[in-house]
Structure formats: C-alpha cells, structure tokens
C-alpha cells in the first residue's frame, strides 16, 4: 500500500515538473514582416515600400527642377507633367503631384495673359492649348480661353481694316453762277458724274450755297439712271461742288 502510493507521489511530481518546464517557456510569434503578403495584396491596397517612396521623393524633386527651369510639358518624359504623372501611378493620392497639376495650369495662363498684353494672340492660344492637356477642368482656364478669344477677334477686325483698301475721295467743282441758273451746261456735267457714281458704286457729299440748290443738284444726279438710286449727303457751302467718295 504504501509502495502504490509513493509510485503515485513520484508521477504527480513529474507531471508538475514537466508542467512547470511548459509555462516558463517564451513562446515567440513570427514579426508583422514575415506575414503572407501575397494573400494580403488581395484583399487590401498595396502599401509603399522603401524603395516607392524614395522614387516619389526623387520624381517630385525632378518636377521641382523642370518647373524653375521652364519644363512644363516638353521636352518628352523630361517635363514637369511627365514627372508628376509617374508619381501619381505610384502613390495616386499624392497631392504634392495632384497641385503640381495645378501650378503647370496656373503657370500657362499667367504666360498666356502675358502674351495677349504683347499682342502675341497664338503664342496666348498655343499656352492655354498646352493647359488644357494637363486639366481641362482648372477653374481658371474657362475664363482665360474667353479672353484669349475675344483678342484675337479684337485682332482680325484690325488686320481686315488696315488690309481693307484706303478710300479715295474726288472733288468736282461746280459753276456757282450755272448752278443758280440752272444751265444745260450743268445739267450734262451732273449726268456724267451720276455715271461715275454708278460705275463706282461711290457714295456722294453734295455741298450748295443753299438746300434748295443741294436739292436740285441731287434731283439732277438721280433722274440720270432709272434703276439706281444715289446716296448723297447735303452740306452748305457758297462753293458748289460734288464730293465721291470710293
């Protein structure tokens, strides 16, 4: 009996022992790093690495350098834009890139605005034209594209009028005393200027010591050609003559 229980005494001490051995020892869980992160990028976005982000971090300086030197879209794939671009495939809640966006647009229309005050109008379209492939939504470009429009329409009406043939003007100088008498003789010459009025389609200044004179004069000039009507202006002057003006 006794011998049964000091067998028995000796198990329960060897199984508290080995128990004892268990709970003092560390257990150590694999790091965060080890984790599968191949079933990770299924599920959830894929989180930048060290390399991405020094890559950001050199694209970004790259952008700055293409700005101060002027290198908003050109030359290919050494352009601010171009830059910002491959940021934003890498990262594209980037919003250093996504206002870069903006300060090429903001800088087009400032060139654009200085080309209009030079009167450079296709220069100003050319800039808003190359503001419009980077973001055609900027709010400011509506009202820039609206300026640049409205000077060069400004423009095409200038170059029509200089272009446009001076207008040429001929006197022709009437006998007062004639024309008081109502002559044959200046009847004829009133007929022969009414066909240079026609054959030019020119418009008439009538000048007469009197309206009554001026009235008279045009009834002369009119009745000439049936079908054709002149258009005449009357002043009042003691020299009589006729003014066409081409």
């Given at each position: 009996m006794?011998?049964?229980?000091?067998?028995?005494?000796?198990?329960?001490?060897?199984?508290?022992l080995i128990s004892g051995c268990v709970s003092s020892r560390k257990v150590s869980l694999p790091p965060p790093s080890v984790v599968d992160r191949t079933a990770q990028s299924k599920n959830l976005p894929a989180q930048l690495t060290d390399k991405n982000i020094q890559r950001i971090l050199t694209l970004l300086g790259e952008a700055d350098q293409a700005m101060a030197d002027k290198r908003l879209t050109?030359?290919?794939?050494?352009?601010?834009?171009?830059?910002?671009?491959r940021v934003l495939k890498l990262q594209p809640e980037n919003e250093e890139a996504r206002q870069g966006f903006d300060r090429i647009?903001?800088?087009?229309?400032?060139?654009?605005?200085?080309a209009l005050q030079q009167g450079k109008v296709s220069t100003a379209s050319h800039y808003l034209q190359r503001a419009?492939?980077?973001?055609?939504?900027?709010?400011?470009?509506?009202?820039?594209?609206?300026?640049?429009?409205?000077?060069?329409?400004?423009?095409?009406?200038?170059?029509q009028v200089q272009s446009a043939p001076q207008s040429s003007e001929k006197v022709i100088l009437l006998d007062a005393a004639a024309v008081k008498a109502r002559s044959s003789s200046v009847r004829q010459e009133l007929g022969s200027v009414a066909d240079i009025v026609k054959t030019n389609d020119a418009r008439v200044v009538i000048e007469a010591p009197s309206d009554r004179a001026g009235r008279w004069i045009y009834k002369q000039l009119n009745q000439r050609h049936e079908n054709y009507r002149i258009r005449a202006n009357l002043r009042i002057k003691a020299q009589p003559a006729i003014r066409l003006l081409y």
């Open positions: 006794s011998s049964s229980l000091g067998v028995k005494v000796a198990v329960l001490m060897l199984v508290l050109t030359p290919e794939h050494f352009n601010a834009w171009s830059f910002y671009r647009v903001e800088r087009y229309i400032a060139w654009s605005q200085g419009t492939l980077v973001n055609p939504d900027h709010p400011a470009l509506a009202k820039a594209k609206a300026k640049a429009k409205a000077k060069a329409k400004t423009k095409t009406k200038q170059q």
